[in-house]
């Protein structure tokens, strides 16, 4: 077990001496989880390949699940990246520092065990004050998300010190993180560019702004795996918590209302069946299921599917501390951020995917 040490910091004003004394155990071979925007990362310093190593120890990651280069600069872009297409100056112009991340062609410095023995690397600028100071400090960081692998990513401190006490050398505190959802992530090189995983950054605003259709393979949506992972969150199972999930989905949501009582009719199969089971909703269809008497989860209002995805892994981790059998989660329409609920939501089921509209 590792003597993790714990320094909470202000998330927009973080303290001086705190940044710099990480940067320099970083720079000597240090973990460390560190907060963005999206959730906390378990990071090391990019070229030092025995603390990369110790990320995938730390999680019990796959060695061929790549990690994402965080970078605060455009300069260090091209330490980590060659052959940098011109259309990155219009994504680093209009999205970053932001949620989104890009699969470019790796540098020989960058090790193997970032990128998972490929030739591409994902490369991002993350939009926290606390993540940017450090890597200004330290250079570029690779990191995944600081959590054991395959379980909810970590958006609070206590979500970070339930996974990573114990196995990181520093935990940075910030308070939670501000979207709650990983980055999306696109393959740049591909033409059209394809989506390789949802995520903050709604597909729709990056067609927007480069004028380009994005590819949106299967995989991305979430009902299968991909056979090769070119970035994290597209091959091995994700987000799940230890309680199994059923992912209710429809064909239409325009009346949630309706459609709920369609997912009450699965609960109360199930609780006929003598099962403990939770729901987990929204907050137009919450009161639906009152009279089952059983525990509810509410996720936000469907009327602001960011408040739904910034909720989405706190609440999958509270289902593991309320003693159910199962939880049926309600769908939401595969639009903008819908698209990477659903994702996350399909891959943490292990695909026990329902169509309450043939059920």
């Given amino acids: 077990m590792v003597l993790t040490k714990v320094h909470s910091v202000d998330p927009l004003n973080p303290d001086e001496d705190i940044i710099d004394r990480c940067c320099k155990a970083i720079l000597n071979g240090a973990i460390i989880v560190f907060p963005t925007e999206t959730v ?3 990071g090391a310093y990019v070229y030092n390949v025995e603390a990369v190593r110790k990320i995938f120890i730390a999680k019990s990651r796959p060695m061929d699940n790549p990690l994402i280069v965080h970078i605060s600069k455009i300069d260090q872009l ?64 690779a990191a995944p998300s600081a959590n054991i692998s395959g379980r909810p990513s ?4 206590y979500h970070v010190l339930v996974d990573m006490f114990g196995r990181a050398d520093i935990i940075l505190d910030a308070g939670e993180t501000f979207f709650g959802v990983e980055s999306t992530i696109i393959d740049i090189l591909s033409d059209p560019p394809k989506l390789l995983r949802p995520g903050a950054m709604p597909i729709e605003k990056i067609e927007e702004v480069l004028n380009k259709r994005i590819e949106i393979p299967v ?33 239409d949501y325009t009346d949630c209302r309706r459609y709920a009582e ?11 069946r003598g099962r403990n089971i939770a729901v987990v909703a929204s907050t137009e269809t919450a009161d639906i299921y009152i009279d089952l008497n059983i525990k509810i989860f509410v996720l936000g209002s469907r009327k602001n599917l960011f408040e739904i995805a910034k909720n989405l892994f706190g609440v999958l981790r509270e289902l593991d501390r309320s003693g159910v059998d199962m939880a049926i989660v309600e769908g939401y329409p595969e639009k903008g951020i819908g698209i990477t609920i659903m994702n996350r939501l399909i891959k943490a089921s292990g695909y026990r995917v329902v169509d309450v509209d043939t059920d």
């Fill in 219 to 251: 995989f991305a949506l979430g009902y299968k795996e991909s056979e090769k992972a070119l970035a994290p969150g597209m091959k091995y199972k994700h987000y799940a918590p230890k309680t199994p999930l059923i992912i209710a989905k429809s064909r």
């Fill in 154 to 157: 970590p958006t609070s401190p």
């Fill in 40 to 42: 906390y990362g378990l």
């Fill in 262 to 272: 369609k997912v009450k009719k699965i609960a109360m199969d199930l609780i006929a």
């Fill in 78 to 141: 091209y330490e980590i990246a060659i052959d940098v297409p011109e259309i990155v100056n219009i994504i680093a112009e209009n999205f970053w520092p932001g949620p989104l991340t890009i699969l470019l062609r790796k540098n020989r410095s960058v090790p193997k065990e970032v990128s998972g023995g490929l030739d591409t690397v994902a490369v991002r600028m993350p939009a926290h004050p606390v993540a940017l100071k450090l890597i200004d400090c330290s250079g570029p960081i």
